[in-house]
T-cell receptor, first 110, second 116 residues
Framework: QKEVEQNSGPLSVPEGAIASLNCTYS??????FFWYRQYSGKSPELIMS????GDKEDGRFTAQLNKASQYVSLLIRDSQPSDSATYLC??????????FGAGTRLTVKP | GAVVSQHPSRVICKSGTSVKIECRSL??????MFWYRQFPKQSLMLMAT?????????EQGVEKDKFLINHASLTLSTLTVTSAHPEDSSFYIC????????????FGPGTRLTVT
């Protein structure tokens, strides 16, 4: 089992819809979780961090964490074409190493 | 805050030569810096982790004699690809963490290396 797993996509949603990106992790003692956005040919950009169970909202983005299910997700409300990118889930493992998922490619169609 | 720069942004070199890439934290002191490599349509692969004044810790399978990392100060780390070969052509990205938030990594813009 991979340490951090994401569906590679592509995930396609129409403009204005909610995009839901999912990530699972294998290390039960992981405590810190991050979502990065990476545009094609560019480096990743941190968009959300979450450390506690539940939801964390920041503008159109909501991160959701369920440690019991080892699951973290990112919701993007009112999706815009400019949200089209690859979204990387990152997890701090119990040994303090950060591991990235392979990323989910999101396309928002006008 | 938390701006990381890299130089150069693109470099083309001939096989057998060495290339140095610089990574700087511009507005904060970086506790730790990381070096990643990313091949097209693949995820980030961590190459090594470095702390200022210490030897870098390399991931399994990364040749430390080929990828030399120097972390001379809290704002500068360098990666030197020695005796580069075409298979080293990739997107090299550094990241840095702040003392106040040791798990939040801020990435530089990346360096695209092409070895001919």
């Amino acid at each position: 089992q991979k340490e951090v797993e994401q569906n590679s996509g592509p995930l396609s949603v129409p403009e204005g819809a909610i995009a839901s990106l999912n990530c699972t992790y294998s290390d039960r003692v992981s405590q810190s979780f991050f979502w990065y956005r990476q545009y094609s040919g560019k480096s990743p950009e941190l968009i959300m961090s979450i450390y506690s169970n539940g939801d964390k909202e920041d503008g159109r983005f909501t991160a959701q964490l369920n440690k019991a299910s080892q699951y973290v997700s990112l919701l993007i409300r009112d999706s815009q074409p400019s949200d089209s990118a690859t979204y990387l889930c990152a997890v701090i493992l119990g040994n303090n190493d950060m591991r990235f998922g392979a990323g989910t490619r999101l396309t928002v169609k006008p | 805050g938390a701006v990381v720069s890299q130089h150069p942004s693109r470099v083309i070199c001939k096989s057998g030569t060495s290339v140095k890439i610089e990574c700087r934290s511009l507005d904060f002191q970086a506790t730790t810096m990381f070096w990643y490599r990313q091949f097209p349509k693949q995820s980030l692969m961590l190459m090594a982790t470095s702390n200022e004044g210490s030897k870098a810790t390399y991931e399994q399978g990364v040749e430390k004699d080929k990828f030399l990392i120097n972390h001379a100060s809290l704002t500068l780390s360098t990666l030197t690809v020695t005796s580069a070969h075409p298979e080293d052509s990739s997107f090299y990205i550094c990241s840095a963490t702040r003392t106040s938030a040791i798990y939040e990594q801020y990435f530089g813009p990346g360096t695209r290396l092409t070895v001919t």
